[in-house]
């Protein structure tokens, strides 16, 4: 191999320990996301404001979450799925992010300190792994 | 502090702050809480190579604060230091063996992906029920590809930076080792 700017031995190093935590973190992590989760769960400064089981959901709708400082986030619910459709952070990363449905997706807004986060329920929830640590 | 370091310090910030603004108005869609293309990226690594470890944590520092400032606030300072902070100290470590063990955008790509650890501890901290490690898998390999992408550019500058004779005091650090 020619001997390249772009390449030394140690690279491999930091390559590999790259490629590992994806690998790894796709196939522990594939069989906890790919089931679709069914309970939204709304945060706001660490405390659950709100749980909505995203299968009983019928119609679409939404909702404004407001914090303590006045800053809101307008969360729109449709069967199966959640997003934030508008904020007042400054960023919009929450909103641009989009839908989210399956179990361990989060949406978190941090300038208003609030997460959506889907859990997985009903039986065989609780059978999968329940931490990641690497 | 003489008026060459000034200079330096000032061109570089300036530059890391254009970079960051450019990037944001760049429409790409956001795949995770972190993920991006991290160009100012490329003037901590340019700092590191033709700056004394001081001024670079200087350059480092400002441009985070100023950057996090112009673009979502105050509430964004913590985030972009933290992030700032954790690729730098990690950067340059790995610097001291650029060329020896590790190439340039190795070196990168290991700063890009603990700027975005750096990022979520942060985010962790301040929303305590945020679990980042489902984040790890998409940040590595996001990180792999801006990473690269970013080492080759701030290879390219800081040749032409040395190229240029724009350092005179470049005898105390290495030049760039020929093709």
């Not at chain 2, 240029?164 to 020929?178: D, F, H, K, M």
Request: proline letters at 4%.
């Amino acid at each position: 191999m020619t001997k390249s700017r772009y390449f030394r031995p140690g690279d491999l190093i930091i390559y590999g320990a790259l490629l590992l935590i994806f690998v790894m973190g796709t196939l522990i992590g594939a069989g906890e996301l790919g089931q679709g989760g069914t309970a939204a769960v709304i945060t706001q400064d660490g405390r659950e404001i709100r749980r909505i089981d995203l299968e009983q959901v019928e119609e679409p709708y939404e909702f404004r979450v407001e914090n303590a400082d006045g800053q809101y986030n307008i969360i729109r619910v449709e069967p199966g799925r959640i997003r934030v459709t508008e904020a007042s952070c400054p960023d919009k990363v929450d909103v641009k992010q989009g839908w989210i449905s399956k179990a361990n997706q989060s949406i978190v807004c941090l300038p208003n300190r609030l997460v959506i986060r889907i859990e997985a329920e009903g039986p065989g929830a609780d059978d999968g792994i329940d931490g990641i640590a690497f | 502090m003489n008026t060459r370091r000034i200079t330096w310090i000032g061109v570089l910030v300036s530059q890391a702050l254009v970079l960051h603004t450019v990037e944001r108005m760049l429409p790409i869609p956001q795949l995770a809480p972190g993920v991006k293309l991290g160009l100012a990226n490329i003037i901590t690594l340019v700092a590191l190579n033709i700056l004394p470890w001081s001024d670079a944590f200087l350059v480092m520092v400002l441009r985070s604060m100023l950057g996090a400032l112009l673009g979502g606030g105050a509430s964004g300072v913590l985030f972009s230091l933290a992030g700032g902070a954790f690729s730098f100290l990690a950067m340059s470590f790995l610097m001291r063996y650029r060329d020896v063990l590790f190439s340039i955008a190795a070196i990168s790509v290991g700063g890009a992906f603990l700027h975005n650890v750096g990022q979520l501890l942060m985010a962790s901290l301040i929303v305590e029920t945020f679990n980042i490690l489902v984040y790890f898998p998409i940040l590595a390999a996001s990180a792999l590809v801006t990473g690269f992408f970013t080492g080759v550019i701030s290879d390219l500058i800081i040749n032409a930076i040395y190229h240029a004779r724009l350092l005179p005091g470049a005898a105390r650090r290495r030049g760039p080792q020929p093709n």
